[in-house]
């Protein structure tokens, strides 16, 4: 069944009847869970069974944020709590091997908790270099302020949920660490030098150009694109996203609904399109707003389609794992960090 470029969020904890409809008669790609989807296993694993049953794929992708640490949808008392990104760069100052192991052993236990709810895409790994005076909203949930270290750090991560048969998302490319706003608020503006950028921020993502999807950031680099942020320009998703970082997998826009991005949502929309994403994310489950969404979405053709069906494809069964023994290690070098650091 042809589907429409585009992945959306749903308000509550099971579908309304108005949700429903919307799914049928608009057939979005994928959709995402955030806190408000979530109470129990059960009912997770049940929302996610509905909306693809209601999508009528039984491989409609679901994502989740679950990177660990602050960015976490799923916690207790019915899920683990994960570490941080800067969790692993401090181990991995003190030993890299083990630094590397600690955050694919996470990856790899996160995987396993979305596997059993029927959870196959996350949100992760991040490959942000943040720098000194940007704002908090990356903070510690980077892996470094080294580009090499981050991306080897960010390929760990993405080897652990492969290995639990879920699919990796890129973000925020080309790079949102030296944003000095939450976009979720406002639009930052990055005044770094062109051969700066290409050094640090850009550097971080070209080592994992080829994961199988990515999604941008709503900064404006004024060196590249002073007039608009990377998910609307044209400019920035040829020339560094596609060009000087390489990435030729499924480009998502971040959220449609965050204030970084200026116009209505359908003038949002549209101009995502119009930059050269594949995808358009739209998270908040606002009704209205995903039926304006839905109304500037294409179909899912050409070569966004051929993107779309590689991610899908690249998508591995879950190897073995003793999870116990998993958590034990991952617990036991968390534990080494901390004393490093104490």
Not at 42 to 69: C, F, H, M, N, T
Not at 147 to 156: D, L, M, W
Not at 262 to 291: Q, V
């Amino acid at each position: 069944m042809s589907t429409r470029a585009f992945i959306t969020g749903v308000s509550g904890t099971e579908l309304t009847a108005a949700e429903r409809e919307f799914i049928r008669s608009e057939r979005p790609w994928g959709f995402i869970l955030f806190k408000r989807n979530v109470e129990t296993p059960a009912q997770v694993a049940a929302l996610v069974a509905e909306l693809r049953a209601v999508a009528g794929s039984a491989d409609a992708p679901v994502l989740i944020d679950q990177e660990g640490g602050r960015v976490q949808r799923l916690g207790p008392p019915h899920w683990p709590v994960y570490p941080p990104g800067a969790i692993f760069a401090g181990l991995f100052d003190t030993d890299s091997a083990l630094g590397l192991t600690a955050a694919r052993i996470s990856a790899r236990l996160i995987a396993a908790d979305l596997a059993d709810l029927g959870i196959t895409v996350d949100c992760l790994p991040l490959a942000d270099v943040p720098v000194a005076g940007a704002d908090a909203v990356i903070g510690n949930r980077a892996y470094g302020t080294e580009p090499g270290k981050v991306a080897a750090i960010a390929r760990a991560v993405t080897e652990g949920l492969e290995e639990g048969g879920v699919l990796p998302v890129l973000k925020h490319i080309p790079g949102h660490g030296r944003a000095t706003a939450d976009t979720h608020f406002k639009l930052p503006t990055v005044d770094t030098p062109r051969h700066e950028l290409d050094r640090t921020d850009f550097a971080a993502f070209k080592p994992l150009a080829d994961l199988p999807m990515a999604m941008t950031a709503h900064v404006v680099f004024s060196a590249v694109d002073p007039a608009h942020p990377a998910t609307t320009s044209a400019t920035m998703i040829t020339e560094v996203i596609r060009g000087v970082i390489g990435f030729q997998g499924l480009l998502m826009s971040d959220d449609v609904s965050m204030n970084a991005l200026s116009g209505n949502i359908a003038e949002r929309t549209r101009a995502i399109f119009a930059a050269g994403c594949d995808m358009a994310l739209h998270c908040n489950g606002n009704i209205e707003e995903m039926r304006e969404v839905a109304g500037q979405t294409p179909e899912l053709a050409g070569r966004a389609l051929e993107r779309a069906n590689a991610a899908l494809a690249a998508r591995k069964a879950p190897q073995p794992l003793d999870r116990a023994a998993a958590r034990a290690e991952l617990d036991a070098l968390i534990a080494r960090t901390n004393t490093a650091s104490a």
